[in-house]
C-alpha cells in the first residue's frame, strides 16, 4: 500500500512559479507510476501529468506543456510538479496519485490534495 502527502500548493501571480512536491510511503513505491491531477470547482477531475515508475515515460495535458514538468526522485520516494508561467486557469486542488500503469492511475491510491491559486 502507499500513502502520498501534497505540499507546495499556494497563492500565487499569473506568470509565477511553483513546485508541488509528492512525498510516497511504502516500500513499493518505486514500482508506481505516478501523476498529478487537478480538479476546478464546477469541473471535473483531470490529468496534469503522468510519469512511470523509472521516469523515461511522461504525459502532459495539452493545457500544461511546455509550462509544467514532472519527475520523480525513487531514492526519495518524491514525485515533482514543477509549473512555471502559471495562468489563473491553473487554479484548482492538484491531487497526487499512485497507480500500477499510466493507464491505471486514477484507479490507485490518491493524496489528500493541495490547493493552487493563481490571481490575475
Known amino acids: 500500500q502507499v500513502q502520498l502527502v501534497e505540499s507546495g500548493g499556494g497563492l500565487v501571480q499569473a506568470g509565477d512559479s511553483l513546485r508541488l512536491s509528492c512525498a510516497a510511503s511504502?516500500?513499493?513505491?518505486?514500482?508506481?507510476?505516478m501523476g498529478w491531477f487537478r480538479q476546478a470547482p464546477g469541473k471535473e477531475r483531470e490529468l496534469v501529468a503522468a510519469?512511470?515508475?523509472?521516469?523515461?515515460?511522461?504525459e502532459y495535458a495539452d493545457s500544461v506543456k511546455g509550462r509544467f514538468t514532472i519527475s520523480r526522485d525513487n531514492a526519495k520516494k518524491t514525485v515533482y510538479l514543477q509549473m512555471n508561467s502559471l495562468k489563473p486557469e491553473d487554479t484548482a486542488v492538484y491531487y497526487c496519485a499512485a497507480g500500477g500503469t499510466l493507464a491505471t492511475l486514477a484507479r490507485g491510491y490518491w493524496g489528500q490534495g493541495t490547493q493552487v491559486t493563481v490571481s490575475v
Open positions: 511504502g516500500p513499493t513505491f518505486p514500482s508506481y507510476a
Open positions: 510519469i512511470s515508475w523509472g521516469g523515461g515515460r511522461t
